[in-house]
């Protein structure tokens, strides 16, 4: 078997690719095919923390018309109910696990501390991050970055819809070039929206790649860890 690159990783899981098809809710079927993926890498002895989005339960303020903060609060509660799901997905296989969530709410997860999840991950525990970063007007992506940079993951691999980062849209333009490697510099240059500005600024500052890939590819997670070339490749 290949030896995995990374030690210890951080997933992003956007709220939308727990849809499926359906592209609204949660779809089992879907979450079980992740969660056995993720139990590979467990498997491996690789070290998993995972931030979930809640597009797929909740997305942005209505049209524009609700206040922010609400809004922003809505979706961190649409995050807990995907950590949930995943959790319960995880554990139906066997797969230890822990929620830990930014906002507190005790009778429901564990509240986020930095040492507690360490030792759930050096115990070979999925921790699931939930409630993002626990404050308004930052999004799930800087939550995985920031959490990242406080758990120490080696990478932050990001689940998309589309395989890579493209230098237009590839639904749009035929012909968009997709990039092998970029560094952070170039995504805020080129504003190619991999992550928002702070996630990507955060990565950069603290040095934490990330691997943007497919996860409708069955295999890509393990195949993206163990160095094949999936996606494209932010780094400094
Ligand atoms: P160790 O310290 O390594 O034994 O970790 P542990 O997570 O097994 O110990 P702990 O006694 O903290 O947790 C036991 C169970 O209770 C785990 O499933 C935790 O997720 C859960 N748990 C711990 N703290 C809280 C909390 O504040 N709220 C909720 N809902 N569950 C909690």
Redesign the pocket.
């Known amino acids: 078997m290949t030896k995995p690159m990374y030690k210890r990783i951080m997933l992003k899981l956007s709220g939308e690719s727990l849809s499926g098809e359906k592209g609204y809710g949660i779809d089992f079927d879907v979450v079980n095919r992740i969660s056995s993926e993720i139990k590979e890498l467990v498997d491996m002895g690789i070290e998993v923390g995972a931030v979930v989005g809640g597009g797929n339960i909740w997305r942005g303020r209505n049209g524009g018309e609700m206040d922010r903060t609400t809004a922003d609060y809505m979706g961190m509660l649409a995050t807990c109910i995907n950590a949930m799901a995943l959790q319960d997905s995880l554990e139906s296989m066997g797969v230890v696990t ?2 830990q969530t930014a906002i507190e709410m ?6 986020f501390i930095r040492r507690k999840a360490m ?2 991950l050096e ?1 070979g525990r999925v921790v699931i991050f939930a409630s993002g970063t626990g404050n308004p007007y930052f999004s799930t992506d800087t939550a995985a970055a920031l959490r990242a940079a406080e758990i120490e993951a080696d990478v932050i691999l990001l689940a998309k819809k589309i395989d890579g980062v493209y230098d237009s849209d590839p639904n749009i333009n035929k012909n968009a070039k997709k990039y092998d490697k970029l560094t952070f510099q170039e995504v805020l240059e080129k504003d190619l929206k991999v992550m928002d500005s702070t996630a990507t600024s955060l990565c950069k500052d603290n040095n934490i790649p990330i691997i943007v890939f497919a996860l409708d590819e069955v295999g890509n997670i393990k195949k993206a860890l163990c160095g094949e070339k999936i996606g494209t490749i932010v780094g400094n």
């Open positions: 822990r929620v005790r009778e429901i997860a564990e509240p030792r759930h115990k």
